[in-house]
Each structure stands twice: as C-alpha cells, then as structure tokens.
C-alpha cells in the first residue's frame, strides 16, 4: 500500500477483555515497529520486528502484551486482560534499507479501556 | 541505551517569527536523527532527517542542524505559519534499522 495502515482506528473496550490491533506496513518494508503513545505524552517503544530475525521485544510493558508478524508483512498485537492504563493510541511504524531506512508511521489505533 | 532529551517542551512564536528546538542525546554510535511532525489526532510525520556525516540540512523553510561533539542537534522553523502549530518529536538510532528514541516532544504554538 501507499503508506502503513492500522485498524480498528478506534477501539473501546471493557476492562479485562482482550484486543488485537493490526498493521500493515508499507510494502516491501522489512522491519516493523510498534509504539504507544499516552494522552499528551511522548512514543514509548514496545517491539520491533526486522525480517526473519528474532523480535526486539523489550518495550513490552508487560506479559498482557505481544505482537507477532505473519510472513514478514502484517503485524498483530495483543494486549490480552486489559486495564485501564492501556488506555493509549499505538502507532505502528515500518522502514526499509531500500528507502534510507527512514521510518515511516501509520495514523494509530486509539484504544479506550472502560 | 540511548537517551534523547528535548526543550522546550512547549513554545509560542508569533506568525512569521523563527522558532527553534533542540535535543540532545547520549549514544555517540548514533547517526541519524529524524524529526516528525504529530497534528492532532494523526500519527507522526517525518518532516526531515540528518545523518551524522553533514552538520546541516535545509528544505525550504525548515532547516537541521547537528554537533557530534556535543551530541545536541536542532530543529530550525523560519518564517512560520499557522499551518506548522503542531507537536514536534526529535528521535536519535545507530542506522541499520535499529528503533528510534524520541524526545518528549514540543508542542508548537504559532499566534496569528
């Protein structure tokens, strides 16, 4: 696609169900990055992906929280039991060394818990 | 691990005044250093980059600027426009794909 892409763009749930937010990134990017950003707050990293090598994973705020990525192009992730401080949008993120490695995000998913 | 600290954190210029923002950080492996551009209820826009081997890049109004020895880089609006009221984040990596830390961000008011 013409840039990454996430849904839901908007996601209300009740405390302690589970929720999956998807990206897809630009085509042809290898690595993928998620980040959460909180009300009025600065891009806190959670995971990294780059091709087939083992995740960066140590953003993860907690075991509720895990991303996978299906054949090196589409990202889930999961925040499983949610609570209220999960309240946040997550902006998803892909780059490439074909394009400078310049890192390019997607317009969030917003999460509510209630 | 890499450290990026960002000032101020909010900023108030009057319409066609220069505004300035800078970042410092703790990594001296890191070489490239990007700037984005957050309007309100949108994901972050790369607005320009610089890599460590050039101290300053311009496009049109917007010009970066970058000291490896004091480690410290800053973002340079001339002549700015409501258009550019936003929240600005300045981000540091060692390139070859490795994440990005960013500062806490400015958030850029321009008064007609």
Do not use: M
Not at chain 1, 8 to 23: A, I
Not at chain 2, 41 to 70: C, F, H, M, Y
């Amino acid at each position: 696609g013409a840039g990454v892409s996430q849904s839901p763009s908007n996601k209300v749930t009740e405390k302690g169900k589970d929720v999956e937010l998807r990206c897809d990134p630009i085509s042809g990017h290898t690595a993928l990055y998620w980040y959460r950003q909180s009300l009025g707050q600065g891009l806190e990293f959670l995971i990294y992906f780059q091709g087939n090598s083992a995740p960066d994973k140590s953003g993860l705020p907690s075991d509720r929280f895990s991303a996978e990525r299906t054949g090196g192009s589409v990202s889930t992730l999961t925040i499983q039991r949610t609570q209220q401080e999960d309240s946040a949008v997550y902006l998803c993120a892909s780059s490439s060394s074909n394009s400078g490695n310049t890192i390019y995000f997607g317009e969030g998913s917003w999460l509510t818990v209630v | 691990g890499e450290n990026v600290e960002q000032h101020p954190s909010t900023l108030s210029v009057q319409e066609g005044d220069s505004a300035v923002i800078k970042c410092t950080y703790s990594d001296s492996a890191s070489n490239y250093f990007p700037w984005y551009k957050q309007e309100l209820g949108k994901g972050p826009q790369l607005i320009i980059d610089i890599r460590s081997n050039v101290g300053e890049k311009k496009d049109q109004r917007i010009a970066v600027t970058l000291n490896k020895t004091a480690k410290h880089f800053s973002l340079h609006i001339t002549e700015t426009q409501p258009e550019d009221s936003a929240v600005y984040f300045c981000a540091a990596t060692k390139q070859g794909a490795q994440k990005l830390v960013f500062g806490q961000g400015t958030r850029l008011t321009i008064n007609p």
